[in-house]
């Protein structure tokens, strides 16, 4: 994954042709319901959301697998920090600094050469990283001698490291593979369809709430319409990886499709519990971070594990 | 078993454009290590390029909040004060900044927020708002306010009228107010010029002032003002 190799590289022009036709589309549709005089002012920001976002996607990908790995680590680090910040465990500096750290080590260790295999990203211990940052987490209060409420932060920095940290950064360390600008840009772009997919069935055609105590807008309708819409886009772009049997197609939709609203739900009971209606307000026309990458945080960690499991490393 | 309780953040759906020129503002880590690295080279510049010599620094009370007024004639009258105070209370430490000039883009709202830690003061429409956020910055312990009540920098060197908003701020509240004077810097950075110049700075801290005996009438505002500007310039012994 490296630049030379991004402009050789007939996945990459067509990722690009196809989100660059897909946002003239968009923009054009958006233009022409506004001349028509209706009221487009929320889609239009979401649409500008969209077109600073892309470009900084792509430009990071473009640039190769350290900026990727890069740029996978500061949004995991944006990522936890929104959820520090909306839960109130930012207010605790050693419990929010401990978990910043791991988040970073762990960039280090996607991008470090494995001692052993000499292949790029120690992957052993990427994976066995659970077992030392939340030793470190659980000694904080030992080290500093408290007791009372400790429980709770020790328990929300865990999951802040596990669930935005370590799961969603099997994404940046899927730019160690080789066939990281199909896989990547297929996830990325897969994702981001299906959480449009949801909310466009929903809006067409939902009646009947999947889960209305936790997300009442989302629709049975809209997230069986995404999950179809999913199953069918691997063997669209099934130039993104050739390599795949129709099953793996079946099962890589099935994961983005399932695992892509899980991760979707999952923000919102946590936004739900705690009583807020964003993670942030760090995207214009979007919310915070958390709110775009969500769907991403169940998918990453297991497409990455079906690859590996089926593909050896490659 | 109980429900956890949560604290979000008050800032949670804040753009960040606009949490910078917000106030009080959220403490952060990343915006501390930046201040902190900031204040040890800003210290070092100091020493080195001005050759700034305190005097008085034996006045900064050891603990409780205080307020520092200054004389204006530059923007290093700030940074000047920001390098006298204790390392460790810099991110405690407010210089009032007018929020028309110092917040007015996200770029220098930026500096002004996470370098120089100001505190956006309206001078113009909303005076005794930010007044009375001063009073109750200063209510918390160990906070310092930096303000200079002529309001703006002098372009010739003679110090201004004090505006009436440190007589409100000091008058009947149990506040020490210390009086101080920077010499050197009209020279130094004279107000349009886009860098300061190699030149001695000079600053003197005087003795703390408590005007906690007076009642809040207007006359009462005009005599602490009237007082700390005297002591101010006599500090300087009437100098620049």
């Known amino acids: 994954m490296s630049i030379d190799f991004a402009i050789n590289s007939p996945v990459f022009l067509r990722y690009l042709l196809i989100v660059g036709g897909l946002l003239l589309f968009a923009g054009v549709v958006l233009g022409s319901l506004r001349l028509a005089g209706r009221n487009v002012a929320s889609p239009l920001r979401t649409y500008r959301g969209w077109l600073i976002m892309i470009p900084i996607v792509l430009g990071t990908l473009f640039l190769g697998r350290e900026a990727t790995i890069l740029g996978v680590t500061l949004l995991a680090a944006v990522g936890f920090k929104e959820f520090a910040r909306a839960t109130g465990l930012y207010e605790d500096w050693w419990m929010t600094g401990i978990v910043y750290l791991a988040i970073f080590a762990l960039g280090a260790v996607s991008l470090v050469p494995d001692p052993r295999l000499g292949s790029p990203g120690w992957y052993g211990f990427f994976m066995a990283s659970p077992v030392f940052v939340i030793a470190l987490i659980l000694l904080v209060p030992i080290v500093r001698n408290r007791s009372r409420g400790e429980l709770q932060k020790v328990a929300l920095a865990i999951l802040g490291f596990i669930y935005f940290g370590w799961m969603f950064m099997h994404l940046g360390f899927l730019a160690n593979t080789g066939n990281a600008y199909g896989y990547l840009l297929f996830l990325v772009f897969a994702v981001e369809i299906n959480d449009v997919a949801a909310f466009t069935f929903g809006r067409m055609f939902g009646k009947r709430k999947l889960r209305e105590r936790i997300s009442p807008n989302k629709t049975l309708a809209g997230s069986v319409g995404a999950i179809a819409i999913s199953l069918v886009l691997p063997w669209l772009l099934w130039f993104s990886f050739p390599h795949f049997s129709p099953a793996l197609l079946v099962l890589t939709g099935l994961i983005v499709g399932v695992g892509g609203q899980l991760g979707d739900l999952v923000i919102s009971y946590i936004k739900r519990d705690i009583g807020i209606k964003d993670m942030g307000a760090t995207i214009h026309g979007h919310g915070g971070i958390l709110d775009r990458v969500d769907s991403m945080i169940f998918v990453a960690p297991i497409f990455f594990h079906m690859v590996r499991w089926f593909n050896g490393a490659g | ?240």
């Open chain 2, 1 to 240: 078993m109980d429900t956890w309780k949560y604290h979000p953040s008050p800032g949670i759906d804040t753009p960040v454009s606009e949490s910078l020129r917000g106030f009080p503002r959220e403490p952060g880590m990343l915006a501390y290590a930046i201040r902190s690295v900031a204040a040890l080279l800003l210290r070092a510049w100091m020493r080195t390029y001005h050759r700034l010599h305190i005097e008085g620094r034996e006045n900064l009370p050891a603990k409780g909040s205080y307020v520092l007024v200054c004389n204006h004639t530059s923007h290093l009258d700030t940074l000047c004060l920001l390098s006298s105070v204790p390392l460790r209370s810099i991110h405690h430490c407010f210089p009032a900044a007018a929020a028309d000039y110092f917040f007015s883009s996200v770029p220098r709202s930026a500096v002004s927020a996470i370098l120089i830690n100001a505190l956006p003061f309206d001078r113009k429409a909303k005076g005794a708002r930010s007044l009375a956020l001063c009073s109750a910055l200063l209510k918390t312990e160990g906070n310092i306010l930096i303000l200079f009540p002529e309001g703006t920098r002098t372009t010739t060197g003679a110090m201004g009228r004090f505006r009436s908003g440190i007589g409100r701020l000091a008058a009947g509240s149990d506040l020490d107010i210390l009086p101080c004077h920077l010499e050197g810097g009209l020279r130094a950075w004279p107000k349009g010029k886009l860098l300061p110049r190699p030149r001695r700075l000079h600053l003197r801290i005087g003795q703390a002032k408590n005007y906690r005996h007076l009642d809040r009438s207007p006359e009462s505002v005009k005599a602490v003002c009237a007082d700390l500007e005297e002591r101010v310039a006599r500090l300087g012994g009437g100098a620049e």
